[in-house]
């Protein structure tokens, strides 16, 4: 499961949130720094890390497991569960940098500035299952949206190898396996504007129907990935434009609001573990765990680039409440 959106406030901040929809929480907010030399769990190579980062992840004994997060260039790459699509190979391939598939958003993150960078580099890098890995991981089945502040924002898709990459002008993602049905379905709820039509937009727009909503659906309250696609994309484009990084949060939170997924145990497994954003101007990622309902905020400053060794953050995962004054 998982939903990310992301916004474009009217002073040029892109924020680009998610939920992270799993059966228990397992990551907390980290700093990684330049220089960063980690080992891959395919073949246990190292690779270091060129780039800083500020983001979600969990330690590894040799590594770390980065779920989303921004670096020090403002490129931020999120990772969501991916099913039916994934082809990953079994067996080596000392031709291309060898990765499992949940490594990807700590290596893109790692070594690159921008998307565009991304999608020229994607045919040296190839997808491995666990069948034949020095760490045995099994079949993981994701896929990755990537955006930077240019607005420019791609789902990469192993659907097959090197990666797929589709330009989303739309500023959400789900699960589902057609990212092309999925558009062809929101038809129903909004009407696109010719930009969008037409595709002569670059990068996210503040909002891509014509405004008119007469006549078209009102989305439905299910948690499956259509459904959250839809309902996303639906109220993201309804809601006013956010000023500025504060608002857009704001906004943002509100919006996750309406895809995030609670505590369903006696129907299903996975609910929302936390919600997180990442401002991509200022490099700062914003926290929320599923009991605290309240965020925390750390950003990646000019002095943290100096830092030579990684960070993890106490995720807290308690309700935060402020008493009031009586």
């Not at 031709?95 to 499992?100: D, F, G, M």
């Not at 459904?227 to 500025?244: C, H, M, S, V, W």
């Not at 609670?262 to 401002?279: D, E, G, H, T």
Request: a negative charge.
């Amino acid at each position: 499961m998982c939903t990310s959106i992301l916004q474009v406030a009217q002073d040029g901040t892109h924020l680009f949130s998610r939920t992270m929809d799993w059966h228990e929480l397992e990551n907390e907010p980290v700093f990684s720094p330049r220089n960063y030399a980690w080992r891959e769990d395919f073949d246990g190579r190292t690779l270091v890390n060129k780039y800083a980062i500020i983001g979600v992840g969990r330690q590894k004994e040799q590594s770390i497991d980065m779920s989303d997060g921004v670096n020090e260039w403002g490129l931020s790459v999120q990772k969501l569960t991916f099913r039916n699509g994934t082809n990953l190979y079994d067996d080596p391939q000392p031709e291309a940098e060898q990765l499992a598939p949940f490594e990807i958003p700590f290596y893109l993150m790692g070594n690159f500035k921008s998307v565009a960078e991304i999608i020229e580099h994607l045919p040296e890098i190839r997808l491995m299952s666990g069948k034949n890995a020095t760490v045995h991981y099994g079949y993981p089945e994701l896929h990755y949206a990537a955006t930077d502040p240019s607005g420019r924002i791609v789902i990469i898709e192993p659907t097959v190898q090197p990666m797929n990459v589709i330009d989303n002008p739309i500023g959400v993602v789900t699960n589902a396996y057609d990212f092309s049905r999925q558009v062809n379905q929101l038809k129903d709820y909004l009407e696109f504007s010719p930009e969008l039509v037409h595709k002569s937009a670059a990068g996210i727009q503040p909002k891509i129907s014509t405004g008119s909503f007469a006549g078209k659906k009102v989305p439905s309250s299910a948690y499956t990935p259509t459904g959250r696609f839809i309902r996303a994309a639906y109220y993201k484009e309804r809601t006013d434009q956010p000023l500025n990084e504060e608002e857009a949060v704001i906004s943002s939170w509100h919006l996750l609001n309406s895809v995030t997924v609670p505590k369903l145990r006696k129907f299903q497994q996975n609910y929302s573990v936390y919600r997180s954003a990442v401002a991509l101007e200022s490099r700062t990622c914003y926290f929320e765990p599923y009991d605290r309902l309240g965020l925390t905020k750390y950003q990646l400053t000019d002095e943290m680039l100096e830092w030579e060794k990684p960070r993890f953050f106490d995720s807290d995962n308690r309700l935060n409440v402020r008493a009031g004054v009586i």
